[in-house]
């Protein structure tokens, strides 16, 4: 496997607020389409897996930079079995030889969470340790003139019995079927570099399923398949029990203009809708594009658009592909959003945010062909029904995505054609 990892930030701009206002509008097509999908076939056995953290790079592992600039990282330390804050959690943050960047200590209160100030533009390790919950540390990196917000480091109890068992099931994101054959090295931490040792392998079975006996912890699971784009998620063990329902996809390699999204989601909410627009339809006309499932398909003169996977019973994967591009029509921004179907109508729902296994996994086509992937996970208790989860710009050559600035990214909808953008 290359030597790489994968990276898990949001970022949070020096931006003004954007205020965003559900709508008041009914849409009858809407829900008598949405209705009708539930008897749509949809794979999904078990829960997605954990989600790792909030935005994602894959890349190598680099030397600090002799140029570096200042900005924040903040996080969240997490119970995974319930997803509540761990009070009394020291953090340290590390250089990546171990060594600290930091010499603050800080403390987790009531709310778990934690931030170090003005930290140079670099990679780091997050250590994280507490008296009764097992230690574990996380990778990252701090870009500048901003915050780099880290959602749900895990810490798991400690057990009286130390060894526990994981299990899942890995899943084709394109039709939702099973994988077999697929190879899971296992590394402790959360987005461990694929240079840390490997603590357990395990193999799919022909149904698509894993089961791998760990110590309590949290780790870092790399998988291998045949025809398939490497990928990585992280999971968690208790010790003297099994963990099951913690899930990974994967997809085949994609070509030069193609950019593939899939979200993926735990037990609840049950309906969580992937949102596509694009500044046009693949044509000459440039009206903007809106792809959800009231609208699954188009095929313009240059580009197509297709919500190949669309999940109304809970975990996902629900999947979507843009390709085939002969040369770009707008370099306007596609954007990307998802909303929480189930709580339409609520105007204070955290259901979305607190959904164990929510993220969003890009993969794209770049210079002839690739599987670049970024990973986006939305930060845990956050109040929203919608989430605007990144940008994208197609040059003719290859995509570049960009995660929405925080303050602009949550609001609430209880519409569904009307989810976009401006909210």
């Known amino acids: 496997m290359p030597k790489r990892w994968e990276w898990i930030v949001v970022f949070v701009l020096a931006v003004a607020a954007v205020s965003c206002v559900a709508g008041d509008d009914s849409s009858d097509g809407d829900a008598s389409a949405k209705a009708g999908q539930l008897g749509e076939p949809s794979s999904n056995d078990d829960a997605a897996a954990p989600a790792d953290v909030v935005g994602a790079d894959i890349f190598d592992p680099v030397s600090p930079v002799a140029e570096t600039r200042a900005g924040d990282v ?11 804050p761990v009070e009394g959690a020291e953090v340290r943050l590390l250089f990546l030889d171990g ?7 800080i403390t987790t209160g009531p709310d778990g969470a934690f931030n170090f100030a003005q930290v140079n533009e670099l990679e780091y390790i997050i250590d994280v340790t507490h008296p009764t919950h097992q230690d574990t540390q996380l990778w990252t990196r701090v870009f500048e003139n901003g915050t780099t917000q880290l959602a749900n480091v895990w810490l798991v109890p400690k057990p009286l019995v130390v060894l526990g068992s994981v299990s ?4 084709d994101a394109l039709t939702g079927f099973a994988i077999g054959g697929a190879a899971l090295d296992f590394r402790a931490g959360i987005n461990a570099p694929d240079t840390e040792a490997v603590v357990g392998s395990t193999t ?3 149904s698509g399923q894993f089961t791998i006996s760990l110590e309590a912890g949290v780790y870092t699971a790399y998988v291998t398949a045949l025809n398939r784009c490497d990928t990585a998620f992280s999971v968690y ?17 994609l070509t030069q203009g193609q950019m593939r ?3 993926s989601w735990g037990a ?3 309906d969580l809708d ?12 440039q009206n903007p594009f809106h792809l959800y499932f009231s609208t699954k398909s188009t095929h313009g003169c240059t580009s197509s658009f297709d919500l190949d996977l669309d999940d109304v019973t809970s975990f996902g994967p629900e999947t979507t592909t843009v390709g085939s591009f002969d040369d770009p029509v707008s370099f306007t921004p596609y954007s990307f959003l998802v909303h929480d179907y189930s709580n339409l109508g609520s105007g204070f729902s955290q259901a979305m945010s607190n959904s164990q296994g929510l993220r969003v996994e890009v993969f794209t086509g770049n210079s002839g062909g690739s599987c670049d992937q970024l990973t986006f996970t939305m930060p845990p208790n956050t109040p929203a029904t919608v989430w605007h989860v990144f940008e994208a710009e197609y040059d003719g050559t290859n995509w570049s995505v960009a995660p929405i600035p925080s303050m602009d990214s949550y609001c609430f909808q209880s519409t569904p054609n009307l989810v976009g953008p401006t909210c």
Do not use: F
Request: proline content about 8%.
């Open 74 to 84: 903040e996080g969240v330390v997490v119970d995974p079995r319930n997803m509540s």
């Open 237 to 253: 063990v208790l010790g003297a029990r099994n963990t099951g329902s913690q899930n990974g996809t994967m997809t085949t390699a």
């Open 261 to 263: 999204i899939v979200l």
């Open 99 to 105: 060594t600290p960047a930091d010499p603050t200590v």
């Open 274 to 285: 992937s949102h596509l627009w694009a500044p046009h339809d693949g044509c000459e006309s």
């Open 168 to 171: 899942g099931i890995i899943k």
């Open 204 to 206: 799919t079975n022909a």
């Open 268 to 270: 609840t909410p049950a």
